[in-house]
């Protein structure tokens, strides 16, 4: 631990950190432009320079490494004018555009500008201009105010991994390009948060709004089930953005493109009022004669002959009202595994269906199997967290099932079951590699857990973990390296409260064969849309959502919901970590929080829901599975026995996500994500047909 | 004002000879396992040496290829250097130095003769015939025998006046090989009417 002294005040600071760091640890603000915590060093703005004694001139602080004894200056008249100048510098080629630039009011150079700056330019000369730049559809290029950080030259190289950015010519004529190719990456709208200036801006947000005109709300994403935290800026009625927000165990501070970018979804396609089917037709009506409508399809109805399937974007609430509604009316008919998934059935043990290294916990690891998966496309921010971890140490990653680009070197081991059982029976090199890592893990992907043989498939993969001291007796202390890489929101919510078929109840292909054949006369629809509708066969199907979607399309009475933005929800990500999304605007016209649809419901039909206000459901909530008492924690789940081992189907893993810019009702309905679709998956899919 | 451009993607195939695989082979085994990229400037002179003088897209992102880097940091490269020329060049590039000693000895006038002597009107232009294109460069360090010209890199042509630089680019055109150093036939550096101090040899005791 060296000992520094800054402004004279003796610190000591860990070992490895530079100068720059140590000033933040003792509480002074250095400038800095090109200086990122997150990317390598480049130290090529200056702006961070500062005195240190018996150095002939002033150093760059976020390149120099801290040494024992070392004292600091950041408050000297040298310092200030080397500040004063590097300012300058860097604003003889910016336009002074402010006024009609979007970073304006949330702009790194602007404020330091202000603080560090000059207040009038002494240069006389031409301002260069650099011509703009394509970088795809999610941003927007004003080249001319580019101050030639670099800093996405190393996002894209070191986070994203996609080479696709670089700095081209010299001296005066250096510009940032990427050749006129869009930036092929799920996490490309970071390099606008990134960026210090104004010259990459989000291009679906150019000129929309001004930061100090919005409605800052703290919220979690539902577009996937990682939970990335987020800030919702609303202004109006309309959500207008959404950014990422700090949190060190799940998104860093990264999100999605689909995350950031489907907020113009929330906009389109939107159920604002309830309709009811009449001869054929969705005619609009109110509230009362919907919910009287749906009461008299309930009355007499036995609990058999009706059943439930929740969506990808519920909050647990809501699906706790659906829950105590229709197990009040007697049905153990419950689904919320759309994708007709079997892990976490009744009484399964947490560990069954959890992420449980946790996505730090990648960062501990030293090999890694993906089973059946691309978490580039199913939870773009582990995958971010992988490539971190290769990026750190090059570990190993082994893969069984398609084949995909994932940013990082991997070792493809087979497409199918046969790859599974030849590294369960410890045949070939990867099986030696596993057995070797201290802290293997493996992912299993959603998509296999899905298929027929599904809980074969698990019994497999925990045979395996425990084979290669991933989980179990002979993993590492506090260590389980057995992860099912769910990719939808209201997963782990819904089977933590025990969303799925009760006694004697029917599963996702019961409750559809049992449409079909005329055995369930009422499926209630909280959201969902992935199922296949034409196998609801003559069942009334009322649909609870927030959009247009399958769902509503095939509805027999449409209650409109509220999307995630909308209403205070409580949603766990796959890891099993209890979040909190807050409502940010109120829903479009008549629509309504859900679990208030269910509850005015019951009061109707004369079984009221014991629950007034949010509240009492949280209480139940709690009641039902004290997970949800704790709040932003991990609990490691016990490891017990699943899985039911069996015969596997040689037939080879397919990918359930084929389009990562369209997976739910929400991004179908945004012309951004369509945008996406049609440049960076149409191509793709038009190549192999088999592309995940 | 000042407005930047890069090279627009060019269409066009590029493949090394089979000699210059090997070359670029050895020039890769230079270099310890790993570090292939490190090769990058010798196989972009390969290259450009093969491609009549220029680097065209396609064969930036063919040496991209052959070295496993991401294209964009070959580009990167490529654009970073003066030696590699991302236009077509004439078979002589003759790049005359501008920089102050050879500027206050009249370098304007020396590339004023030489795009006559080229018939072009603008820097980097081909001449009609392909023989000649014409560039300014930053100092060429033979101050001592301004004004100067290196051709295609290679040869320095020293002690210019318009009339010497001509004849020597009439040489080139005429397939001769004219003589590099002084055109006014002095020896290397040395003073100009012939040597000042050191006029004799004197014995040591």
Redesign the interface.
């Given at each position: 631990m060296p000992k520094i002294t800054i402004n004279g005040r003796e610190i000591e600071v860990p070992a490895g950190v530079n100068v720059l760091q140590a000033c933040e640890m003792a509480g002074i603000e250095i400038p800095r432009f090109c200086y990122h915590d997150r990317l390598s060093v480049a130290g090529n703005c200056r702006m961070c320079l500062v005195e240190m004694e018996r150095a002939p001139k002033p150093i760059a602080s976020c390149a120099m490494p801290v040494g024992e004894g070392m004292v600091i200056h950041t408050d000297t008249p040298a310092v200030q004018k080397a500040r004063n100048g590097v300012m300058e510098f860097l604003l003889i080629n910016h336009p002074l555009d402010c006024p009609i630039c979007d970073q304006g009011g949330e702009c790194d150079l602007q404020d330091q500008a202000m603080a560090y700056g000059y207040d009038r330019s002494r240069f006389e000369e031409?301002?260069?201009?650099?011509?703009e730049k394509y970088m795809g559809p999610l941003i927007k290029t004003i080249m001319t105010r580019c101050i030639q950080c670099t800093r996405c030259v190393r996002f894209a190289t070191e986070i994203a991994g996609v080479?696709?950015?670089?700095?081209?010519?010299?001296g005066?004529?250096a510009?940032i390009?990427?050749?006129?190719r869009a930036i092929d990456s799920e996490l490309s709208g970071n390099l606008v948060d990134i960026c210090p200036v104004g010259a990459l801006t989000s291009a679906p947000y150019a000129f929309v709004a001004r930061p100090w005109e919005l409605r800052k709300t703290m919220s979690v994403d539902v577009m996937d089930a990682v939970g990335s935290n987020i800030r919702v800026d609303a202004r109006g009625r309309e959500v207008l953005r959404v950014l990422p927000r700090l949190h060190e165990d799940i998104n860093e501070e990264w999100i999605s493109d689909k995350t950031r970018h489907v907020r113009d979804g929330l906009s389109r396609q939107r159920l604002d009022r309830p309709y009811l089917r009449i001869d054929g037709k969705l005619r609009p009506v109110s509230w009362e004669e919907a919910l009287t409508a749906v009461a008299e399809r309930l009355r007499g109805l036995p609990g058999e002959r009706m059943a439930a399937i929740a969506g990808d974007l519920c909050d647990a609430e809501s699906m706790l009202a659906l829950k105590d509604f229709m197990t009040g009316l007697g049905s153990p008919n419950l689904e919320c595994r759309q994708d007709g998934s079997k892990v976490g059935g009744m009484g399964a043990p947490r560990s069954e269906y959890l992420f449980n290294t946790t996505i730090a916990g990648i960062e501990q690891a030293d090999a890694i199997l993906l089973i059946g998966t691309n978490p580039r496309w199913e939870a773009a921010m582990v995958n971010a967290r992988i490539r971190k971890r290769f990026w750190q140490t090059g570990l190993p990653v082994g893969v069984i099932g398609p084949n995909v680009d994932l940013t990082y070197r991997t070792l493809w081991l087979g497409d199918g079951p046969e790859a599974l059982h030849a590294l369960a029976r410890g045949e070939g090199d990867f099986a030696e590699t596993l057995r070797k890592a201290k802290r293997p893990m493996l992912i299993l992907g959603s998509g296999v857990a899905a298929r027929p043989d599904g809980q074969a498939l698990v019994a497999l993969a925990r045979s395996i973990a425990e084979t290669f001291g991933m989980a179990g007796p002979d993993a590492p202390e506090g260590w389980n390296g057995y992860n099912l890489l769910n990719r939808v929101a209201s997963r782990v919510g819904g089977l933590d409260l025990g969303f799925v078929p009760g006694e004697g109840g029917r599963d996702l292909e019961g409750i559809l064969s049992g449409a079909e054949r005329g055995e369930i006369d009422l499926v209630w629809l909280l959201g969902a849309d992935e199922i296949d509708m034409s196998r609801l066969g003559e069942a009334f199907v009322v649909y609870q959502g927030h959009h247009g979607d399958a769902g509503a399309h095939r509805a027999d009475i449409i209650l409109p919901g509220a999307a995630y933005t909308e209403k205070n929800g409580t949603y766990v990500n796959l890891e099993g970590r209890v979040q909190l999304g807050r409502l940010s605007v109120f829903p479009p016209g008549e629509a309504r929080e859900d679990w208030t649809i269910l509850r005015a419901l019951s009061e109707i039909v004369g079984q009221p829901l014991p629950y007034d206000n949010l509240g009492e459901v949280r209480q139940k909530l709690i009641e039902a599975n004290p997970i949800f008492g704790r709040l932003d924690e991990v609990r490691p789940a016990a490891w017990e026995a699943f899985g039911v081992a069996g015969d596997t189907v040689p037939v080879p893993f397919a990918l359930p996500v084929n389009n990562f810019y369209m997976t739910d009702p929400i991004s179908r309905a945004s012309p951004t994500m369509a945008e996406c679709t049609e440049l960076f998956v149409m191509p793709k899919l038009a190549m192999t047909g088999t592309e995940g | 004002m000042k407005v930047t451009t890069y090279i627009p993607p060019q269409p066009g195939d590029f493949e090394f000879t089979p000699e210059n695989i090997e070359k670029a082979k050895s020039y890769i085994a230079r270099y310890p396992e790993g570090r292939q990229a490190s090769a990058v400037l010798w196989l972009l002179y390969l290259a450009q040496e093969q491609n009549d003088g220029w680097l065209s897209v396609p064969a930036i992102e063919y040496v991209a290829q052959f070295l496993n880097m991401a294209p964009i940091r070959v580009h990167e490269v490529v654009s970073f250097y003066t030696m590699f020329k991302r236009r077509p060049v004439g078979r002589y590039q003759i790049q005359v130095c501008r920089t102050t000693s050879c500027w206050l000895r009249g370098s304007d006038e020396i590339t004023k003769a030489c795009m006559e002597e080229a018939g072009v009107s603008r820097f980097e232009e081909v001449s009609a015939d392909g023989f000649f294109s014409v560039i300014e460069v930053e100092c060429l360090g033979a101050c001592c025998n301004a004004p100067v010209f290196q051709v295609s890199n290679e040869h320095y042509y020293e002690d210019l006046t318009p009339e010497s630089a001509k004849a020597v680019m009439k040489a080139l055109r005429n397939g001769e090989a004219p003589q590099p150093g002084s055109q006014t036939g002095r020896i290397s550096s040395e003073p100009e009417g012939g040597l000042t101090t050191l006029t004799t040899l004197q014995e040591t005791t």
């Open positions: 031409n301002k260069r201009a650099v011509s080479e696709d950015i670089g700095m081209v010519n010299r005066e004529n510009e390009t990427t050749l006129e | -």
